[in-house]
């Protein structure tokens, strides 16, 4: 079974920093290209990254592009969200998901969420 | 890259037929077959429905399918039972970029 364990989120200062983890099991994980996604409080979906396989394509949103760094330790099985200089709007449930079935492009399993919480 | 456009409610009672509409540009809904859809319960994480615009993930019962016209997809939610009340969700790939929708809440009356 596909399992997805988020960690790392905490109560940040806006500027500040913060490292989120996603323990990946259940599957061969350097199979896959692993997402992260966000939910805002009462809001609706954000992708937010995606890392191929073997970490050698790199996609973000323009909305956290150049201060978010995805990454991924394969022998590990983990997936990692850098997150700098950080602004109240980053506040959300930060998912990690698994990228998906048939040619890929969608999300077949997600973790619980990890918050991430940005304020003074 | 803006969010797809989905009616924030929808509704029917129970054994009736829901479709919720999600409506983008050539740039993602109309220029790629990846449309998927996800079903998200409050305080949970979203599940995969749909995928590729109309395939089903081993599990997902068939009376959820998926289509597209266009630059408009639609998910219908045929026999409606209590459990299906929840949020559900369109994402496209775009290039170099995934959207998803603005969500649409089901409420079984």
């Known amino acids: 079974e596909v399992q997805l364990v988020e960690s790392g989120g905490t109560v940040v200062q806006p500027g500040g920093s913060l490292r989120l983890l996603c323990a990946a099991s259940?599957?061969?994980?350097?199979?896959?290209?692993m997402h992260w996604v966000r939910q805002r409080p009462g809001k609706g979906l954000e992708w937010v990254s995606l890392l191929s396989w073997d970490g050698g394509v790199t996609y973000y949103a323009a909305s956290v592009k150049g201060r978010f760094t995805i990454s991924r330790d394969n022998s590990r099985n983990s997936l990692y969200l850098q997150m700098n200089s950080l602004r109240p709007e980053d506040t959300a449930l930060y998912f990690c998901?698994?990228?998906?079935?048939?040619?890929?492009?969608?999300?077949?399993?997600w973790g619980q969420g990890t918050l991430v919480t940005v304020s003074s | 890259q803006s969010a797809l456009t989905q009616p924030p409610s929808a509704s029917g009672s129970p054994g009736q037929s829901v479709t919720i509409s999600c409506t983008g540009t050539s740039s993602d809904v109309g220029g790629y077959k990846y449309v998927s859809w996800y079903q998200q319960y409050p305080g949970k994480a979203p599940k995969l429905l749909i995928y590729d615009v109309n395939k089903r993930p081993s599990g997902v019962p068939d009376r959820f399918s998926g289509s597209k016209s266009g630059n408009t997809a639609s998910l219908t939610v045929s026999g409606l039972q209590a459990d299906d009340e929840a949020d559900y969700y369109c994402s496209s790939y775009a290039g170099t970029s995934y959207v998803f929708g603005t969500g649409t809440k089901v409420t079984v009356l």
């Open positions: 259940g599957f061969t994980f350097d199979d896959y290209a």
């Open positions: 998901a698994k990228n998906g079935l048939g040619d890929g492009y969608n999300f077949d399993s």
